[in-house]
């Protein structure tokens, strides 16, 4: 009898574990990119709990060193959705089609998260940099065409400090965080300051203490950026209930992260390879926030412009208002009209 319990047991066990295995397989397959980073936060939980199978979508999730990169992915139809910042939408106003018109293919669906004190420039104290005219001079590490570079301007500019008093090296993240630490003697293996985020700057200070110095933090004052979500046009068109799904996954993680902070803060620690009381030191300079605000808006047209007179001198980007780059669906999801 005993012998039949068992065999009767282990049947009912692989018929579930098939038809689990089954049904997860059956789930419509979403193709998803955001950053390794401490700006990412909600698709890892919801992942993790399994927030997104509840309403019928299996999200592959795959990682890039910026958004930038992410960016790439979705004009590349590699990726479904892609976690980016709004300085990609503005760039994205600027592409321009075969036949040189202007095209906007690109919808924002939600904020995700936004630093508070996370982007900072930090420089090497030890080669003569404690205030912000020593940087007259020195190469300074900083990936062009985005936030970051925004940033860096209107802090030289601010401290009376002209642009072409710096030696700006466009680098991505990780490139750049390897030349700062480096005590090379040329620019492609050294450089003197950097602009970066959490958990870049937290590991720097750790690595190489009182040889760096914070120059400023104040994103507030010389711009930050919004992780934002969001997909191509086609896309959403025609996979409207798909993108429907992911929201209401995100709102179920943003829901636990309100709720739990250690939890988030292990989450965090577990994605970025780090001790729960290393992201403690920083997880307070982010806010991790599912929404859409009306200063998502605000601030894509801030950098269009700063963009038309920067980075894209000649061009123009296409005429545009806030309905043709951020949709509805997240109130219409959520019953804010």
Known sequence: ??????????????????????????????KVMYNIDANNLHFPIAEKQGY????????????SAAAKFALDAL???????????????????????????????????????EPINAIKLIARKDRGIEKAEDLKGKKIGVLFGVNIHLFLHKYLLDNGIALDEVEMINMAPPNAVSAF?????????????????????????????DK????????????????ILVTKKEILENNPETAKAILKGLRKADELIQKDENLAIETM?????????????????HQYKLQLTDGLYDMIVEDVNWLDTTI?????????????IISNLYNETFKKQ
Request: glycine content about 4%.
């Open 1 to 30: 009898m005993k012998k039949y319990t068992f065999y009767l047991i282990a049947l009912l066990f692989t018929i579930l574990t098939a038809c689990t295995n089954t049904s997860k397989k059956d789930l419509e397959e979403v």
């Open 52 to 63: 997104f199978e509840e309403f019928g979508i299996n999200v592959k999730s795959s990682n």
């Open 75 to 113: 004009n590349a139809g590699s990726v479904d959705y892609s976690v980016l910042v709004d300085m990609n939408i503005a760039h994205n106003l600027f592409n321009k089609n075969s036949d040189e018109s202007l095209k906007n293919d690109l919808v924002v669906l939600a904020e995700l998260a």
């Open 181 to 209: 630490k480096s005590n090379g003697g040329d620019s492609d293996t050294q450089i003197d300051a950097i602009v970066i985020w959490q958990p870049h700057v937290y590991k720097l200070q750790k690595e190489l203490g």
């Open 212 to 227: 760096v110095i914070v120059l400023s933090d104040e994103g507030h004052k010389y711009w930050y950026y919004k992780m």
């Open 269 to 285: 620690a577990n994605l970025l390879y780090m001790d729960v009381k290393e992201v403690k030191e920083f997880y307070s300079e």
């Open 312 to 324: 894209h001198k000649g061009s123009s980007p296409i005429e545009y208002k806030r309905s043709t």
